[in-house]
């Protein structure tokens, strides 16, 4: 397969350890890719979906303690405490080693070692990054031929060298008190043992996307970040990028994919989808220039449906694996919760279980058929918009940063930084309702700054300096803003329809980035005049609602500022001083 012999004695080294029974080179080729589907399916790690109606579909289950990250049990193994920061768990790195490769020994006894050679990235891009991850799990296989660039050429791009990120996967036993991910960014090593779960264990994902490549980011220039990328085409034909970062199952898919409401396909907008995860960001000529470095879509199912996103459906409809949805025995295809469509009659729940929709828990709960954090894994070549500069190796000029979090008060629909600094201020101090994509309590509000609270692979006060020095750089700062989707009214409904509408806040967004409508001045920064959101052709929405969006209640902000105060005094000396001169502004503003 290859004679690097960095890679030959990281294979070794690797073999040695788990004992397979067998090692086998994952190329990246159909052939392959058939062999091993065909495998899957026979050891029942997969099921088979209806070839006439899912073609090339596969269904799995993971553990039923085994369903999301798991941010208590996620570290940075940095020499220095100090690197990690205190948003981080961390472990020295050789207490680390010692711990790991004693749970990895002899692992893998009867099983099979895949080595997977992976790109983030187009292979050969200037933003491309290798990597090969070693697993015994083919489901990890199948998931990151879909995820990543998997091909025997990464090793060729190598030329010999050692410049590529080591990810070790193992099942081992499943064992949830063993369970480790750990990053150790100054080794471009990841290990991740015994879980099975999606964003644990497609090691080119959150753990070196975003917190191996975090880090690499900090020491080289350049940014990762938790974002999706997206292309508005407007009438005249021009198309304008934008990134957002929302925290976790807080929606970025959605927001990616959307199909604009009729009033504006009408006037010819259209929507691109780049990525619709992770950004990793470069400086060219005073610009942010985005590629998305996944080349598929590790999507949250429930909630997707033919009218909160068509795109995300239509792109699962063939070669996709889902993960934790119910299966309907009936016709052999899935459902979920928010599909939209009629429960199966005949299916089985996410954890194996006979399922029908009038079953109730012992608390008289529902029970639900998918898991909340039950996902599909999709081509990005499946997805009906997606951008033509998908493959553009140079990536897109962005020309606005969206910030963004699941808050039930407080935040309002739209606003935005007065500069830069003040944009980063936002960011940094951004919170949000925890979901159900990391295993812990649901609806929790929690600061996370940038969308990275567990996914930042450095110290989190080195990365608002990283911030604030790579904008200063930019002679082309793109706007930052910050949206709410979120906001409820009394009976905890959500007030604002999303997902399609959410247009009609982008067109306020690339209006500002283009000078083209002014905004009032407010404590927390510029926010829309309420008849500048087109509101146009909305059912059950009318300028009511949206005042109700847009207004700030000034008790709940000094709140709000004195939370951030307490949030920045954790971190120390260590936090950027101009974030403290944000906030004295900030409680300035609020005082009138
Ligand atoms: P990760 O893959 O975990 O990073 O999540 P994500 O940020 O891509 O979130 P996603 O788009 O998958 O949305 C998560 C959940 O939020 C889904 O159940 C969506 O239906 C819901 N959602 C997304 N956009 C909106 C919106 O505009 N309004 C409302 N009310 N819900 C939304
Ligand atoms: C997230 O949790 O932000 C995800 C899913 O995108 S995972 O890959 O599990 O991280
Ligand atoms: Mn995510």
């Known amino acids: 397969m290859t004679d690097n012999k960095y890679v030959l004695e990281f294979v070794e080294k690797y073999r040695k350890l788990f004992s397979p029974d067998e090692v086998v080179w994952v190329d990246g080729s159909r052939e392959q890719h058939k062999m091993l589907t065909c495998e899957a399916i026979a050891t029942g790690e997969v099921i088979k979906l209806s070839n006439s109606l899912m073609p090339g579909c596969l269904y799995h289950r ?96 190598l030329k010999g060298g050692d410049d590529f990120v080591k990810g070790i996967h193992s099942k081992v036993t499943l064992d949830a008190e063993q369970r480790y991910i750990c990053q150790f960014p100054e080794d471009n090593v990841i ?24 880090y690499q980011g900090w020491k080289q220039g350049w940014m990762a970040e938790h974002m999706l990328i997206l292309g508005v085409e407007k009438p005249d034909g021009e198309t304008k990028y934008i990134c957002a970062a929302f925290p976790s199952a807080c929606g970025k898919t959605n927001l ?45 199912a429930p909630g997707t449906n033919a009218k909160s996103n068509p795109n995300a459906l239509a792109t699962t ?44 828990d012992e608390n008289g709960n529902p029970i639900k058929g998918a898991h909340p954090n039950s996902r599909f894994t999709a081509p990005a070549k499946n997805c009906p918009c997606l951008s033509k500069e998908f493959e553009n190796s140079r990536g897109v000029p962005v020309s606005a940063f969206v910030f963004g ?4 008060k407080v935040a309002p629909l739209v606003y935005q930084a007065r500069d830069w600094e003040h944009g980063v201020f936002i960011g940094a101090t951004m919170a949000s309702e925890t979901t159900a994509a990391a295993a812990g309590k649901v609806g929790v509000v929690r600061r996370d700054p940038m969308a990275m609270l567990p996914f ?93 969006v847009l207004s700030l209640d000034m008790n709940a902000w000094k709140k709000e500022a004195d939370e951030i105060g307490e949030f920045f005094k954790k971190f120390g000396d260590k936090l950027p001083e101009k974030l403290w001169k944000q906030l004295r502004i900030l409680k300035s503003n609020l005082r009138g």
């Open 317 to 360: 409809r063939r070669n996709t694996i889902f993960t934790n949805v119910c299966f309907n025995a009936k016709n052999n295809t899935v459902w979920w919760e928010g599909s939209k469509i009629e429960a199966p009659t005949k299916a089985y729940d996410w954890k194996g279980r006979p399922w029908n929709e009038n079953m109730k």
């Open 191 to 214: 290990y991740s043992l015994n879980s099975g779960y999606g964003g644990n264990v497609l090691l080119g994902k959150k753990c070196f996307a975003l917190r191996i490549a975090s």
């Open 256 to 300: 990616a994919m959307l199909i604009p409401p009729k009033v504006y396909q009408e006037k010819g907008y259209k929507v691109w989808t780049v990525g619709d995860d992770i950004a990793w960001l470069r400086k060219k000529k005073g610009t942010f220039y985005a590629v998305n470095p996944e080349n598929g879509f590790f999507g949250v």
């Open 456 to 548: 930042c692979g450095y110290n989190m006060c080195d990365y608002f300096a990283h911030w604030l020095k790579m904008g200063s750089r930019m002679s082309n700062q793109p706007k930052i803003f910050h949206v709410n989707w979120f906001r409820t009214d009394e009976n905890g409904n959500f007030i604002w329809p999303g997902f399609g509408d959410n247009m009609r806040v982008l067109d306020w967004i690339i209006r500002r980035c283009e000078n083209e409508v002014d905004a009032v001045e407010t404590p927390i920064g510029y926010m829309p005049k309420a008849e500048d959101i087109n509101i146009e052709g909305m059912e059950d929405f009318d300028m009511e609602k949206l005042q109700s």
């Open 405 to 408: 979090g699941r808050r039930a």
């Open 62 to 157: 993971t553990a039923v303690n085994d369903v999301a990250r798991v941010e208590d049990r996620t570290f940075i193994c940095t020499t220095d405490r100090e690197d990690a920061g205190i948003t981080n768990n961390w472990m020295a790195p050789s207490e680390a080693y010692a711990k790991l490769d004693a749970i990895a020994k002899d692992a893998m006894k009867g099983r099979t070692m895949y080595v997977i050679p992976f790109s983030m990235s187009k292979i050969g891009s200037p933003f491309a990054k290798y990597g090969i991850e070693l697993t015994d799990s083919l489901y990890v296989v199948l998931n990151m031929m879909i995820m990543t660039r998997v091909s025997d050429k990464v090793y060729d791009k």
